[in-house]
């Protein structure tokens, strides 16, 4: 099972916003509400920030969001902190032998 | 607070076996799915297994079907994964994690390190 395809990295200035996109499949994300999105900074493990698709943890900033279209999903950060600098996975539910599958995570740059 | 503390982590021989362990606390540890995610230092997250709250139904990657096995004991809310016939592939940080409702993961441990070589 190929992994979901994700930008390898995206950048952008404080206060700006940022989308990082993630594309699979209509066996994975185009069939199913069922992707999230973690953030992980250096060496640490990663942490929930959005699940099915658009729904947001207690305790995680507004400032994140996530959306979907067709195969595609979408996380948008808004306000960019500088603390946003991180790597982003997403990660979807998948009707194919392999039960969830990983994007191959985003490195995101604060400049 | 929930928290999720991972061990076993060695440095194994190819064709060699492991079990991983991980103790849960700050949930009602019988209530949830878990599962085990690995990732290569410095690259992405690869989901390895999961298994039921009853340990009923198990799910593995296709690159562990048949090597490893996840178990759970309930009384001790305790995870488990026991890791044969290892392949140099295998070498990765193995994280533990609580599942959510559905297909996603709310809290991860800090993992645990396999190394896998000769």
């Known amino acids: 099972q190929s992994a979901l395809t994700q930008p390898a990295s995206v950048s952008g200035s404080p206060g700006q916003s940022i989308t990082i996109s993630c594309t699979g499949t209509?066996?994975?994300?185009?069939?199913?509400?069922?992707v999230s999105w973690y953030q992980q900074h250096p060496g640490k493990a990663p942490n929930l920030i959005i699940y099915?698709?658009?729904n947001r943890p207690s305790g995680v900033s507004n400032r994140f969001s996530g959306s979907k279209s067709g195969n595609t999903a979408s996380l948008i950060i808004s306000g960019l902190q500088a603390e946003d600098e991180a790597d982003y996975y997403c990660?979807?539910?998948?009707?194919?032998?392999?039960?969830?599958?990983f994007g191959g995570g985003t490195k995101l740059t604060v400049l | 607070e929930v928290q999720l503390l991972e061990s076993g982590g060695v440095v194994e021989q190819p064709g060699g076996s492991l079990r991983l362990s991980c103790a849960a606390s700050?949930?009602?540890?019988?209530?949830?799915?878990m599962h085990w995610v690995r990732q290569v230092p410095g690259r992405g997250l690869d989901w390895v297994s999961l298994?039921?709250?009853?340990?009923?139904?198990?799910y593995y990657a296709d690159s562990v079907k048949g090597r490893f096995t996840i178990s759970r004991d309930n009384s001790k809310s305790s995870l488990y994964l026991q890791m044969n016939s290892l392949r140099t592939e295998d070498a990765a940080m193995y994280y533990c994690?609580?599942?959510?409702?559905?297909?996603?993961?709310?809290?991860w441990g800090q993992g645990t390190l396999v190394s896998v070589s000769s």
């Open positions: 994690v609580k599942g959510g409702k559905e297909f996603h993961f709310d809290y």
């Open positions: 700050g949930f009602t540890f019988e209530d949830y799915t």
């Open positions: 298994i039921s709250w009853d340990g009923g139904s198990t």
């Open positions: 209509s066996s994975d994300v185009g069939g199913y509400d069922y």
């Open positions: 099915d698709v658009s």
């Open positions: 990660s979807s539910y998948s009707s194919s032998t392999t039960l969830v599958i």
